[in-house]
C-alpha cells in the first residue's frame, strides 16, 4: 500500500465549486493510476490531495476521515474496488471476483454506518460477477467497474442539483437556516446535499444566513462547512453546537437541515451526533426539520432505526482537539459518531426523486417506484 500528498492549487470542480473532493487520475508516464481526495483533515488551513493508488490506501483515507460523507464514501468506495481490479494480478475472472469480495470487505469495515459505502461496493461486486459469468477478461472487468465508479461520480453531482431544485422550494425567502456536521461538495462528489439546498436557494436568491453548528468532537461544521460557505459567499456564522436551543428559543431559527448516513424503511436517519437533539429542539419550537439524502441512502432492508449499526470512533478524538489533550490524562470518554432521528420529528426527506413526508413508508416507497426523467 502507497499513500502520497501534495499540494493541488488548479484544483475546478464540474458544478462550479471552487475545489475538487475527489477526481480519477489516468496513468501517465510512471506514475501509476490513482484517485485523488482532498484531505479534509488538513482543511481549512491546507488544500492537500492525497493519492490513492490501491484500495488499501482508500480504505485508509475513509477510516482517517481525509474523505467523508455518505455519498462522498459511495464514489471512494467505488474506486476503490476499480483499483482493486484494475491492479489484481489474477488469472481467472472467478480469483478476481474472489479479490473483488475481500477488497469490498476491506473498504465496508472502513465505515459501517453510511449505506452508500456498501451500496457502491455491492453494485461493482455485482458488474463483475455479471460479467465474469459472460466470460469477459480480468482486464475488461476492470475497465468495467472504473467505467462504473465514473458513471457514480457523475450520477451523485447530477442527483444533489436534482435535491437542491426540490430542496429551495421549502426553505423559508428570507431567514435563519441551522445545519449540522458538513453536507456541501467536501461530503458529496460536488454541490452538496444539505448544503446544496441551502446553495440552491441562495442562488435562486432567497435571502438566508445560515447557523453553522461546531460539530463536537470532529469539528466538520467549524472547518469545513465553514469554509465551504466562505467559498460560496453565503451569509453564515459559527456556533457551538449548545448554542442551538438558545437561537430557537430567541426565534432566530427559522428552518434546520441536515443530512444522513443511513434511512431507515420508516424514515429513521441516522446522521452525525447531535443530530437527533437538534430534531428534538426544532419540535419543541415548531420549526420545520428537514433531512436531504439520495435515494442510495434509504436502506429498505431495515425497518427501523434500532437496526442501523452506530460506529463508535475513537476516545481520543473527544478527550483532544486537532492533537491537543483538553482533558485530563486518563479520563475515560464515549464516541458514537451517529444518533438516529425518529421519524416523527422530520417534517420531509429531501431526494433527487421528490420530497417524501410522513407516514415516511409509503411515500419513501413510492419514490423508488417513480421513473428517473
Known amino acids: 500500500m502507497a499513500t502520497q500528498d501534495f499540494i493541488d492549487t488548479t484544483a475546478s470542480q464540474a458544478d462550479d465549486s471552487p475545489f475538487q473532493t475527489l477526481e480519477w487520475r489516468p496513468a501517465s508516464g510512471e506514475q501509476p493510476e490513482a484517485l485523488l481526495l482532498l484531505d479534509q483533515l488538513l482543511l481549512p488551513h491546507k488544500i492537500v490531495m492525497v493519492v490513492c493508488p ?49 477488497a469490498g470487505k ?13 451500496w457502491a ?9 455479471r460479467l465474469a459469468a459472460e466470460g469477459r477478461s480480468v482486464s475488461e472487468i476492470g475497465d468495467a467497474l472504473l467505467e462504473l465508479a465514473r458513471q457514480i461520480h457523475a450520477d451523485d453531482i447530477r442527483i444533489n442539483r436534482q435535491m437542491g431544485a426540490f430542496g429551495e422550494e421549502v426553505v423559508p425567502a428570507e431567514g435563519n437556516v441551522l445545519t449540522h456536521c458538513n ?38 461544521g467549524a472547518r469545513l462547512t465553514a469554509w465551504e460557505l466562505q467559498q460560496l459567499n453565503i451569509p453564515y456564522t459559527l456556533v457551538t453546537d449548545n448554542m442551538a436551543g438558545h437561537l430557537m428559543q430567541r426565534g432566530k431559527v427559522q428552518f434546520v437541515i441536515t443530512g444522513a448516513d443511513r434511512i431507515a ?20 419550537h415548531n420549526i420545520p426539520f428537514y433531512i436531504a439524502a439520495p435515494l ?23 478527550t483532544a482537539i486537532a492533537g491537543v489533550r483538553v482533558a485530563p490524562e486518563g479520563a475515560p470518554a464515549y464516541h458514537p459518531a451517529f444518533d438516529v432521528t425518529p421519524a416523527r420529528l422530520i417534517a420531509g426527506i429531501i431526494t433527487e ?11 419513501i416507497r413510492a419514490l423508488f417506484e417513480v421513473e428517473e426523467a
Open 54 to 102: 490501491d484500495y488499501e490506501a482508500v480504505g485508509q483515507a475513509i477510516k482517517t476521515m481525509q474523505i467523508r460523507g455518505a455519498p462522498a464514501l459511495g464514489v471512494a468506495g467505488a474506486y476503490g474496488m476499480a483499483l482493486a481490479a484494475r491492479r489484481s494480478a489474477a488469472a481467472t475472472p472467478q480469483a478476481l471476483l474472489a479479490e473483488l469480495e475481500v
Open 106 to 118: 476491506h473498504l465496508f469495515a472502513t465505515r459501517p454506518t453510511a449505506v452508500n459505502l456498501g
Open 121 to 129: 461496493i455491492k453494485r461493482s461486486q455485482e458488474l463483475a460477477g
Open 183 to 220: 453536507t456541501g461538495a467536501l461530503a458529496t462528489a460536488g454541490f452538496g446535499t444539505a448544503l446544496g439546498v441551502i446553495r440552491a436557494a441562495h442562488e435562486a436568491g432567497k435571502k438566508v444566513h445560515v447557523w453553522v453548528d461546531e460539530t463536537r468532537p470532529y469539528l466538520q
Open 265 to 284: 424503511a420508516n424514515g429513521d436517519s441516522a446522521n452525525k451526533i447531535g443530530t437527533y437533539s437538534l430534531a428534538v429542539l426544532a419540535n419543541a
Open 296 to 318: 442510495s441512502t434509504i436502506d429498505l432492508a431495515i425497518p427501523d432505526g434500532s437496526f442501523i449499526p452506530i460506529e463508535e470512533r475513537s476516545a481520543a478524538e473527544v
Open 353 to 363: 426523486r421528490g420530497i417524501a413526508r410522513p407516514p415516511f413508508e409509503s411515500s
